[in-house]
T-cell receptor
Framework: IAGITQAPTSQILAAGRRMTLRCTQD?????MYWYRQDLGLGLRLIHY???????GKGEVPDGYSVSRANTDDFPLTLASAVPSQTSVYFC?????????????FGPGTRLTVL | AQSVAQPEDQVNVAEGNPLTVKCTYS??????LFWYVQYPNRGLQFLLK??????LVKGSYGFEAEFNKSQTSFHLKKPSALVSDSALYFC????????????FGRGTSLIVHP
């Protein structure tokens, strides 16, 4: 059982470049999320999706976009990367978009923007 | 509105001693409370949650947490700490009738000394 996979594991990117972080889940969960984790700031929500075909903005959405064409995939795109987007990015999912459902997390992508 | 606080950046405990990691919250309705653990270079793993019912919740790896409504707290506890419990612990909160996406605390680093 893979759960959630993320790719790449790590990436060094030049500022101004476009980058897509991939996230795939095999649990048939309806809801998916993207977080960034920064030292001292914990986890901050970037974007989320309640179900395939819908997306929403989280706490820190600027500079990021997402799509949810199907249940399994939820890619995160940085249109023009900036150094402040250096972070560890986690994709997560939950069975349903309800506040009582625990989330399952992927292993993360470590992104460095120079 | 919802918010969560983890007042300690780091908790140190000797192996075999009891441990407590603190979490307090603020919500506008009935809370849903979660604890997650993150080992180095890994994604977050769900430990336990409180939705309703018994105030003492038991979870994975011998951890438990006590919901205290009057003190708006949900402290994580374990009777006897192991060196392998050393990790980063996150508390998260959402609530009935509000945003279904949990808000995460900044995390507490637990260090268990041999």
């Amino acid at each position: 059982i893979a759960g959630i996979t993320q790719a790449p594991t790590s990436q060094i990117l030049a500022a101004g470049r476009r980058m897509t972080l991939r996230c795939t889940q095999d649990m048939r969960h309806n809801a998916m999320y993207w977080y960034r984790q920064d030292l001292g700031l914990g986890l901050r929500l970037i974007h989320y999706s309640n179900t395939a075909g819908t997306t929403g903005k989280g706490e820190v959405p600027d500079g990021y976009s997402v799509s949810r064409a199907n249940t399994d995939d939820f890619p995160l795109t940085l249109a023009s990367a900036v150094p402040s987007q250096t972070s560890v990015y986690f994709c997560a999912s939950s069975v349903l978009a309800g506040g009582y459902n625990e989330q399952f997390f992927g292993p993360g992508t470590r992104l460095t923007v120079l | 509105a919802q918010s969560v606080a983890q007042p300690e950046d780091q908790v140190n405990v000797a192996e075999g001693n009891p441990l407590t990691v603190k979490c307090t919250y603020s919500v506008s309705g009935n809370p849903y409370l979660f604890w997650y653990v993150q080992y180095p270079n890994r994604g977050l793993q769900f430990l336990l949650k409180y939705i309703t019912g018994d105030n003492l919740v038991k979870g994975s790896y011998g951890f438990e947490a006590e919901f205290n409504k009057s003190q708006t707290s949900f402290h994580l506890k374990k009777p006897s700490a192991l060196v392998s419990d050393s990790a980063l612990y996150f508390c998260a909160v959402s609530y009935s009738g509000g945003s279904y996406i949990p808000t995460f605390g900044r995390g507490t680093s637990l260090i268990v000394h041999p």
